[in-house]
């Protein structure tokens, strides 16, 4: 019977239902058969093929949030470094100017 995956998906649950849907399970001979036999082992199958495709949707995205939050958190790092680096630039050439400014002597206008 195919889960309802209502909870986390793993990629081994997914392998167990198709594993279980490639190898039909015996069944005993005391079967109905006809039609009707037919259309529940169609509606099973389709059943566990519904399960599987929710599944493998599932892991995808939850493979494609991790993915894009790695971006992100990379992207997040790499601004929080030039702007660092700006405000040490900045820093720096204000310490400069300054420096330059207690080395000049003092010219006042003459008259």
Request: glycine share 6%; hydrophobic share 35%.
């Amino acid at each position: 019977m195919p889960q309802d995956w209502t909870g986390p998906v793993t990629k081994n649950a997914l392998a167990q239902l198709k594993a279980r849907l490639s190898k039909p399970a015996r069944l005993l001979d005391l079967t109905i058969g006809g039609s009707r036999e037919s259309r529940v082992h169609a509606q099973v199958d389709a059943a566990g093929r519904a399960a599987i495709r929710t599944g493998e949707h599932r892991l995808n995205q939850a493979s494609e949030a991790v993915q894009r939050d790695h971006r992100l958190a990379a992207l997040k790092g790499y601004t929080r470094a030039q702007l660092a680096q700006a405000i040490d630039r900045r820093e720096a050439a204000g310490r400069a100017n300054r420096v330059q400014q207690r080395q000049r002597p003092d010219r006042s206008p003459e008259r």
